[in-house]
C-alpha cells in the first residue's frame, strides 16, 4: 500500500475550507461535480458523482479532517484508504495539506495527480471567486 502528500494554497479562511468540505452543496460547487457531505463522526459521503465515497472519522472544527476514502476503482477486497485534510492559516487565506494513504499500489500515482487536477484546481477557482 501507498501513502503520499499533497499541499495546496487557497484563498479563504480555514473555516471557510473546512466548511466547504463538509457542505454537500459547497463541496459540490467547489469540486464542479456531484457530492454529498456530513459533519458527523461516522458520517458517509461521496464525491464525483459517487466515484468516491468514505467515512467521517474525525472532524476537529476549522483544522483537520479524518476519513475514509475509496472509488468504485477499488477491489472489494481491497481495505479502505485514508485521508487526512489538515488546515492551516497563512497571510494569503489556508495551506491544505492532504495525507493520502493505504492506497493499492496500482493506484497510488493517479490519486496523487487527482488531488491536484479534481480537488486542488477547481477549489482555487471557487475560493477566488467565493472566499
Given at each position: 500500500?501507498?501513502?503520499?502528500?499533497?499541499?495546496?494554497?487557497?484563498?479563504?479562511?480555514?473555516?471557510?475550507?473546512?466548511?466547504?468540505?463538509?457542505?454537500?452543496?459547497?463541496?459540490?460547487?467547489?469540486?464542479?461535480?456531484?457530492?454529498?457531505?456530513?459533519?458527523?463522526?461516522?458520517?458517509?459521503?461521496t464525491a464525483h458523482d459517487g466515484y468516491i465515497n468514505?467515512?467521517?472519522?474525525?472532524?476537529?472544527?476549522?483544522?483537520?479532517?479524518?476519513?475514509?476514502?475509496?472509488?468504485?476503482?477499488?477491489?472489494?477486497?481491497?481495505?479502505?484508504?485514508?485521508?487526512?485534510?489538515?488546515?492551516?492559516?497563512?497571510?494569503?487565506?489556508?495551506?491544505?495539506?492532504?495525507?493520502?494513504?493505504?492506497?493499492?499500489?496500482?493506484?497510488?500515482?493517479?490519486?496523487?495527480?487527482?488531488?491536484?487536477?479534481?480537488?486542488?484546481?477547481?477549489?482555487?477557482?471557487?475560493?477566488s471567486s467565493n472566499g
Open positions: 500500500m501507498k501513502r503520499f502528500t499533497v499541499t495546496t494554497e487557497l484563498p479563504a479562511s480555514p473555516q471557510v475550507v473546512f466548511n466547504a468540505w463538509l457542505d454537500s452543496d459547497r463541496h459540490s460547487a467547489m469540486t464542479q461535480s456531484p457530492a454529498t457531505a456530513s459533519t458527523e463522526i461516522a458520517g458517509i459521503f468514505g467515512i467521517n472519522l474525525e472532524i476537529d472544527d476549522g483544522q483537520r479532517i479524518l476519513q475514509t476514502w475509496r472509488t468504485s476503482e477499488f477491489d472489494d477486497t481491497d481495505p479502505d484508504s485514508s485521508i487526512e485534510i489538515v488546515l492551516k492559516e497563512i497571510p494569503t487565506g489556508t495551506l491544505l495539506t492532504l495525507t493520502h494513504w493505504n492506497i493499492p499500489k496500482d493506484q497510488a500515482e493517479s490519486y496523487q495527480s487527482g488531488w491536484q487536477d479534481h480537488y486542488f484546481a477547481p477549489m482555487l477557482e471557487y475560493f
